[in-house]
């Protein structure tokens, strides 16, 4: 069974909101350990959190070995202020208070950066996208500080733009990545960074009744076509659903994601195969590079 590269432990499939306020007074142990029964039992071994701004995720690792789980977390994301992320991090104003929150990941044992250079789907819009960060300067500054005090950094970003300004920023991963283009997927193959496309995030929405299913079914069409390509120009991707965000149950999305991934190989042998061999090599490329330096 293949790790699950991008999962939310603090997120339950089902309510953000609620499962986070299990937390607000104090990290809630039964929800860790319930999620982790569901990796465990599924055989998976390999969870890369996304963080969270409540410590669920720090808690989580020194949980995981019960479970024989090898478990990688930020700690927290890192938004600057006015941009989406408080969900699941902390803010900052200037390049100063990034560094600082940099150095406060190191002191609370934190395995890498992520930060987020965009905002989330709009799932009634097809290509509407919230609060992209337009400013490449600054998003290369983050991944350079970060690099400095070792960490290798997931980026949260979707748009061409944004995920452009990623990649040439030198980022180890790019976390969703929907609408890329051809610029996009070519700055993949040159700088070597992973892609997760956590295809399950709308995937798993068809259905539901909950969006438009017009937008859901043709974002999600457009992604599973940008899979199909990047697997035809040797972009290494790696498998991860989006664990614990609406719909995407831990474990359970994480093999869902897989079905998905399948899906978008429209039954052709060749990227049947040439996906296994992409998810291999790319999550223990991120086994090694999103470690705690």
């Not at 934190?110 to 509407?128: H, P, T």
């Not at 070519?186 to 438009?212: D, E, H, N």
Request: charged residues 25%; hydrophobic residues 35%; proline residues 3%.
């Amino acid at each position: 069974m293949y790790g699950e590269c991008h999962a939310h432990i603090i997120m339950d499939g089902k309510n953000y909101k609620q499962a986070v306020s299990l937390h607000k007074n104090g990290v809630q142990d039964f929800v860790i350990h319930e999620h982790f029964k569901c990796y465990q039992k599924a055989g998976i071994s390999f969870v890369r959190d996304g963080g969270d701004a409540l410590g669920v995720s720090a808690r989580a690792k020194e949980l995981a070995a019960d479970y024989g789980i090898d478990y990688r977390t930020p700690v927290f994301a890192i938004h600057k202020n006015g941009y989406y992320g408080g969900i699941v991090g902390k803010g900052f104003d200037t390049i100063e208070e990034y560094a600082a929150l940099t150095a406060e990941v190191s002191k609370r044992h934190g395995d890498f950066i992520k930060i987020m250079a965009s905002g989330i789907l709009d799932f009634d819009e097809f290509g509407k996208v919230s609060t992209p960060l337009q400013d490449p300067e600054l998003i290369c500054k983050m991944v350079s500080i970060a690099h400095e005090e070792g960490f290798a950094v997931m980026v949260h970003v979707n748009t061409p733009t944004q995920i452009r300004y990623a990649l040439e920023a030198g980022c180890d991963s790019i976390e969703h990545g929907y609408y890329m283009d051809d610029t996009c997927r070519r700055l993949f193959t040159q700088t070597g960074a992973v892609w997760v496309p956590t295809l399950a995030t709308c995937a798993s929405l068809r259905g539901c009744g909950r969006f438009s299913e017009e937008a859901v079914a043709r974002i999600t069409r457009c992604h599973m076509e940008n899979v199909r390509l990047a697997l035809l120009q040797n972009v290494p991707i790696a498998p991860g659903s989006d664990a614990g965000a609406y719909l995407v149950p831990h474990a359970a999305g994480t093999c869902d994601e897989i079905r998905y991934l399948k899906e978008a190989c429209q039954g052709d042998p060749l990227l049947l195969s040439k996906l296994q061999e992409t998810l291999t090599k790319s999550q223990k490329l991120i086994e090694e590079k999103f470690c705690r330096p």
